[in-house]
């Protein structure tokens, strides 16, 4: 029987070992202790940077080296850059594929250092295509992205806030979320909020032509507000910051009225989503609006002890109109268990049909028998779809699916009128299995596949 590698006393030594067990031949003819397990590894004193050298200059070129010694070289950046927007570009849309090759080409045709923001993208582009091994993200994927943070810093001390530093920011909070890095998730998402304000690309800001002049950049400036405001959303949220949230949701963050809806005008509770056509993103940053509007309400009201039965009926209409839009007959309708605005108003529904089946309501008793039904149907429509629905590759899976398959298991195995209280595992294995898969590209899947098994 030999060990997988030398034993420590060898490797230390640089000795040619045969990894005998328990002892290999040249410990035993030297009569030496032969350990195969690394001791742990002794606490260090990390290297403190001069303050002096903390210049912008310093910094570009650091990040640079950055670039060359995490991604490689140009060719490999290129390549690196292609793979991102063959995947994680496909569900977040916020950088313009190309104006960033143009960006790239300028610098290599001057010869010139890239800009620290340009150089900072490419690594947080670099970094959310990561994928966890073995259930969990490797130290270097976790090191990559602590000194990311860490140039983020940097970078907004010396008064850097660009377009890119501001997608940067936000492709780093989308790994937070896909990797369940709370509460960094949560802080990050209020901090690129700040960000985008600061800089101007809020949508209650005048003109977004007044801080870009070039349509293109226009146009991603609109998707990345679009992108920060999917985001911002409660269920990052630590249970006792909802009041302090209810609070700064009184005031209106995305105006509706400037996506480009198909020249359509926002949509109010009455009208019919399913009559305006508009693009995957925009539908995504209108669910994930839902979903925090669902949220905030359902938080409030365990609060505060009330019930806006008003504002709840409005809520489930907004979400009916919209899930409608996925059945509306469409030539090519979205794959069930990849659209992440279905996910996200999949989500929504269900949030609120749980707590409003078990509100005590008096004389409401059609209502709540009604919320059952259709949460029984919505929980069972899950499951079929995790069951029967074509694989989707892996690298495409977008961080918003996660959430929607864990809480349907959840509701199904916490409410026995939804069960109907037989056996559930057969029910949800499928919910189980696809929690599993979506595991092996995000851990926060991961996580929610543990709560289920806990449960």
């Known amino acids: ?9 060898c490797r230390r030594q640089k000795r040619r070992c045969d990894k005998v067990l328990p002892c290999c031949t040249l410990c035993k003819r ?17 290297p403190v940077p001069d303050w002096a050298d903390l210049t912008p200059s310093n910094v570009c070129h650091t990040l640079e080296v ?3 010694s995490n991604v490689g070289d140009r060719l490999q950046v290129q390549a690196a850059a292609a793979f991102y927007f063959r995947t994680i570009h496909t569900w977040f849309p916020i950088i313009s ?29 670099a970094l959310v295509c990561k994928g966890p091994v073995g259930g969990e993200l490797p130290l270097s994927s976790r090191s990559m992205y602590a000194s990311l943070k860490s140039f983020v810093a940097l970078l907004e001390a010396m008064g850097t806030n660009s377009l890119e530093m501001l997608q940067s920011r936000l492709l780093l909070t989308v790994f937070e979320i896909g990797h369940a890095m709370y509460p960094s998730a949560y802080i990050s998402a209020a901090a690129n909020m700040r960000a985008a304000v600061s800089l101007g690309i809020n949508a209650t800001c005048g003109d977004l032509r007044k801080a870009f002049r070039d349509p293109r950049k226009v146009e991603e400036a609109r998707q990345t507000w679009r992108g920060i405001v999917i985001t ?27 996506w480009r809806m198909a020249k359509h005008p926002i949509l109010t509770e009455s009208e019919d989503w399913a009559k305006v056509e508009v693009d995957s993103f925009t539908r995504l940053a209108h669910a994930s609006q839902l979903l925090d509007r669902v949220l905030v309400h359902i938080h409030t009201t365990q609060s505060n002890s009330l019930f806006d039965s008003v504002e709840a009926v409005q809520i489930l209409k907004s979400l009916t ?4 839009t996925f059945q509306s007959g469409d030539s090519d309708p979205p794959h069930p268990l990849s659209d992440s605005a279905l996910a996200l108003c999949r989500s929504a529904m269900l949030e609120t049909l749980e707590v409003g089946s078990h509100m005590n309501i008096p004389d409401n008793e059609y209502c709540i028998r009604t919320s059952i039904n259709i949460l029984k149907s919505l929980v069972h429509e899950i499951a079929r779809g995790a069951e029967i629905s074509p694989p989707v590759e892996m690298v495409n899976l977008s961080v918003f699916l996660p959430h ?52």
């Not at 029987?1 to 006393?9: G, I, K, Y």
């Open 1 to 9: 029987m030999s060990a997988d590698q030398a034993c420590v006393r």
């Open 30 to 46: 030297l009569n030496k202790h032969c350990d195969y397990l690394l001791p742990a590894e002794a606490p260090r004193l990390l």
């Open 66 to 68: 950055q670039v060359s």
């Open 97 to 125: 594929e190309p104006s960033y090759n143009i960006r790239l080409s300028n610098v290599r045709v001057q010869a010139a250092s890239a800009p620290s923001d340009l150089s900072l993208l490419t690594l947080c582009m």
């Open 232 to 258: 911002d959303r409660s269920d990052l949220a630590p249970k006792d910051a909802h009041q302090l949230i209810f609070v700064l949701k009184q005031e209106p963050v995305v105006d509706m009225s400037r």
């Open 321 to 324: 109109s919209f899930l409608v």
């Open 404 to 455: 929607c398959i864990y809480k349907a298991a959840m509701v199904f195995l916490g409410d026995a009128r939804v069960s109907g209280c037989v056996d559930p595992e057969p029910s949800i294995r499928p919910l189980k299995d696809l929690l599993g898969y979506l595991g092996m590209r995000w851990v926060a899947a991961k996580r929610y596949l543990a709560k289920v098994e806990t449960l």
